[in-house]
Structures are given as structure tokens and as C-alpha cells.
């Protein structure tokens, strides 16, 4: 909607900010104060989430296109909306566990464990799993793009043929490999990386940036249960999960385990 009397674009009409002050509806009753900065954030998270499945994708395509130096610049942008995720959680830790409890009946079985924006960063990652599209109604948006990224290629699948295509001889399992698989830690990849990193400084830098993309999200992860313990302790999760005790398990897995392998044989 432009400006009435103009007809030219607004800042309001252009980011429909009417649109986007009217999403914040606390449920808890007066409303409780605390409850606007916990829809914020969440809120912000799923804008961040979304900006992050773009930057994602365009780094994929980029491999695609051998646009390996381009690639790099839109890691570095990616990283960089991972710091801003993992210290916004300082802003959640000024809630005390007694300002969370004033409306957290209010949540009911709301939990982030049903982000399917956060389910399919996983899946783009490498980090699928089957059970996590079931939960959401059959029809719906967030079904329907958790189905197709189970299908597609994740990045470490679009890395690998990538560096076929640079001259390194990726077996063809690997090139044609399932990939809804985990992604698993194979001898033969970790030859062929620590080539890399002994001499080709192009592509070591390649998959620095991707170490550091897996420790970003371990570092979220870590951050998010430390939160988690500091706000409900051993308590159960709104989303039925055992709470901090399930999400430390998640905590230290390596999404691209072949890279991490690699630096004791270096
Ligand atoms: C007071 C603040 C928070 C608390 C107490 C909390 C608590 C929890 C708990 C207990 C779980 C485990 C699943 C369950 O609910 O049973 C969980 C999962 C999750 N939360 Fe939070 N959370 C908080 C804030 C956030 C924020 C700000 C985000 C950002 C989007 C977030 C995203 C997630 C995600 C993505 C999961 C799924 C993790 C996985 O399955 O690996 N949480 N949260």
C-alpha cells in the first residue's frame, strides 16, 4: 500500500510495519510484562531463520556454480547473523525464572522444538530426521518445505561436488550418495581434505568457513541450554521433551565430521 495522497512508497507501506506491530499478542492475562520480549525475540529469530535458509541456499548455488570465492562472502554474512542469534539469548537471560513462570501456563505445548524454520536449517545441514516432518499437519507450509528439503542436496553434499568438479576424486558413493543420510565420517574424504589443507589454500579457507558455520550453531545450541537450565532448571520442556537433559544431547554434535577429524592428522 503506498502513500494515499502521493501514491509513492512509504517506509511504512514498503516494510508493512502496521502489519508486523499488529503480530505481538501476549496471551497471559494484564498481560504479564515479560511476555512481549519473549514473542520479540522468538519473533526476530524466525526473520533471522528465514534470512538465514536465503543466505543458505545462494551459498549451495553458488557451489553449484563453482562461485567458490562468492561462496565464502555469503558464509562470512551467515556467520555473522549466527553471533547476533547466539547474543540475543543475553537479552532473553535478563527474564528471570519467576518473570517466565508468571505466563508460561499461557505457552501451553508451544515450544521452539516446533520451528519448522529451525528444522530446516538442520535438514539443509546435513542434520535430518524423518519423525520431524510428521509433526507438522499434512498440507501445511512448513510440511510442505521440510518435504522437499529432505529430498534435496545439503551443503556438505553440494561441497563434496563441488571439489569433484575441482579436480579431487570424491568416490562416486559419496557423489551419489542418499542424501537424506546423516552425514557420516569416511577415510577417503579425510585424505582428500587434508590435501587440501596441505596445499590449496583456496579451498582450506572453503572449509574453514564451514568449521566455523558447525561451531556457530554448537555454539547456539550451548548457549540455548545454558538458558534453558538458568530459566527452568530440570523441569520438562512446554514441547514434551525432557527439557535441558534432551537439548544437552543435541549440544556437540558435529554437523560436517569429516572436517573436525582431520585436525589431529594435520
Ligand atoms: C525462556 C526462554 C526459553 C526456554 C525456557 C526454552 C526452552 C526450551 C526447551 C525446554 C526445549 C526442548 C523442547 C521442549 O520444549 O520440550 C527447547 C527447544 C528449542 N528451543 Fe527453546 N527455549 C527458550 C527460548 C528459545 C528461543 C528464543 C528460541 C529461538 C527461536 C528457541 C528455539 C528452540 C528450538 C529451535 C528448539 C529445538 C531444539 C532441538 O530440537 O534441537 N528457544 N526450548
Redesign the pocket.
Known amino acids: 500500500m503506498a502513500n494515499s495522497t502521493t501514491g509513492a512508497i512509504t517506509y511504512n507501506s514498503y516494510l508493512k510495519i502496521d502489519e508486523l506491530l499488529s503480530l505481538q499478542q501476549p496471551r497471559s492475562a494484564g498481560p504479564e510484562h515479560d511476555e512481549m520480549l ?1 514473542i520479540i ?2 519473533q526476530v ?2 526473520l533471522w531463520f528465514k534470512e538465514l535458509l536465503h543466505e543458505l541456499d545462494r551459498v549451495s548455488h553458488l557451489l553449484q556454480d563453482d562461485k567458490s570465492h562468492r561462496a565464502q562472502h555469503t558464509l562470512k554474512r551467515i556467520l555473522t547473523i549466527l553471533k547476533v542469534l547466539v547474543a540475543q ?1 543475553d537479552i ?1 537471560e535478563t ?1 528471570t525464572p519467576l518473570e ?1 513462570l508468571s505466563f508460561r501456563a499461557r505457552l501451553e505445548a508451544a ?3 516446533q ?1 519448522d524454520q ?1 528444522r530446516q536449517i538442520e535438514f539443509l545441514l546435513g542434520a535430518k530426521n524423518e519423525k520431524a516432518i510428521a509433526r507438522f499437519p499434512d498440507g501445511s507450509r512448513a510440511r510442505a518445505a521440510l518435504q522437499r528439503r529432505y529430498g534435496e542436496p545439503t551443503l556438505w553434499d553440494a561441497f563434496l561436488r563441488y571439489l569433484a568438479r575441482e579436480g579431487y576424486q570424491v568416490p562416486s558413493s559419496h557423489l551419489a550418495r542418499d542424501v537424506a543420510a546423516p552425514v557420516a565420517p569416511t577415510p577417503e574424504i579425510q585424505d582428500l581434505l587434508v590435501k587440501i589443507y596441505r596445499s590449496d589454500p583456496k579451498n582450506a579457507e572453503l572449509c574453514e568457513r564451514l568449521v566455523d558455520l558447525d561451531e556457530g550453531v554448537q555454539e547456539w ?1 550451548y548457549r ?1 541450554v545454558k ?2 537450565e538458568r ?2 532448571g530440570a523441569k ?6 525432557s ?2 537433559e ?2 544437552r544431547n ?1 549440544v556437540g554434535r558435529n554437523l560436517f565430521p569429516d572436517l573436525w577429524e582431520i585436525r589431529a592428522q594435520l
Open positions: 519473549f525475540v522468538h529469530y524466525e539469548l532473553l527474564m517466565f515450544s521452539g522444538f520451528s529451525f545450541r540455548h538458558m534453558v530459566t527452568i520438562m520442556g512446554t514441547g514434551g521433551s527439557g535441558a534432551y537439548l543435541t
